[in-house]
């Protein structure tokens, strides 16, 4: 599958530890809510999925950080995760977050359709 480079939002859409940018990709041959985010100056992007129970983790739309803007956390059953890896940092969750490939280049942050394990395609 070839990796195809999608605009998603402009460079000052994402502010540290602020509201994410949603977006949708093909996982697992279904469409999903991803979200991107910014965590000490660099932007990172995951499906929007708890390792928990497979929910959608925002407690309002598009808030993902708890109120220290240090992590992510899942409104529903408070599993915490590292913004910058997506590791679970704590919690009821298994593993990682889905980390979604993503570049910034002339101030627009582009995501790419497949990653390391190429599960997401366009």
Not at 6 to 27: E, H, K, M, R, Y
Not at 44 to 56: D, I, P
Not at 58 to 65: A, I
Not at 87 to 114: A, F, M, N, R, Y
Request: glycine share 10%; aromatic share 12%; charged share 15%.
């Amino acid at each position: 599958m070839d990796n195809e480079t999608i605009a998603l939002c402009n460079s000052q859409d994402l502010t540290n530890g602020g509201l994410a940018v949603p977006f949708d990709v093909v996982f697992a041959g279904q469409t999903s809510r991803a979200f991107a985010i910014r965590f000490q100056g660099r932007a990172y992007a995951y499906l929007n999925r708890c390792t928990h129970v497979a929910m959608e983790m925002d407690y309002q739309p598009n808030h993902f950080f708890d109120d220290s803007g240090q992590w992510l956390i899942c409104a529903t059953h408070g599993a915490t995760y590292r913004p910058d890896t997506g590791q679970c940092s704590g919690g009821p969750c298994k593993g990682g977050l889905t980390p979604i490939d993503l570049t910034e280049k002339e101030q627009i942050v582009h995501w790419h359709t497949t990653y390391n394990l190429k599960t997401i395609e366009f």
